[in-house]
């Protein structure tokens, strides 16, 4: 039997400006998520709107860090806005330890989990592939 390559995931993960404690513990969960291979392809500093664009066209879907909304709504409007005008599949993560999602991003959101690691690979993979693949 023939062992198929696990495919690679390219993400655009949300972030802030510098270091954040929920995007850092969003990232561990997602490093010791052993089915999910995956690269992030945002880069922190590099947030201007023609920036982002560039960093999320050869992404497979953009997740969506609700949570930081309330720390700088206008970075990741942004961010929102270019995963939209390209028309990438929007994984949206629920604020750590609610069950709201602020913004109506339930609205443009391919998917909405929690924090739940198993539910997040899930989530990504529905996101990218559809429901057939999983």
């Known amino acids: 039997m023939i062992d198929e390559e696990a495919p690679v995931y390219k993400l655009f993960i ?10 850092q513990l969003f ?5 010791d ?20 664009k560039e960093q999320m066209e050869q992404v497979d879907a953009v997740v969506v860090l609700s949570g930081l909304i309330g720390k700088d709504e206008k970075l990741l409007t942004r961010q929102i806005q270019a995963a939209r005008e390209l028309g990438k599949p929007i994984v949206v993560i629920r604020p750590y ?5 602020p913004f109506n991003l339930e609205n443009i959101a391919s998917e909405v989990v929690g924090w739940n690691a198993p539910c997040i690979v899930d989530a990504i993979k529905e996101a990218v592939n559809g429901e057939e693949e999983l």
Do not use: C, F, R
């Open 14 to 23: 949300t972030h802030l400006e510098g270091d954040d404690e929920e995007y």
């Open 97 to 101: 330890g609610m069950e709201n999602v």
């Open 27 to 31: 990232l561990s969960k997602l490093k």
């Open 33 to 52: 998520s052993y089915d999910l291979e995956w690269e992030d392809h945002a880069v922190q500093n590099n947030n201007e709107p023609e920036q982002i």
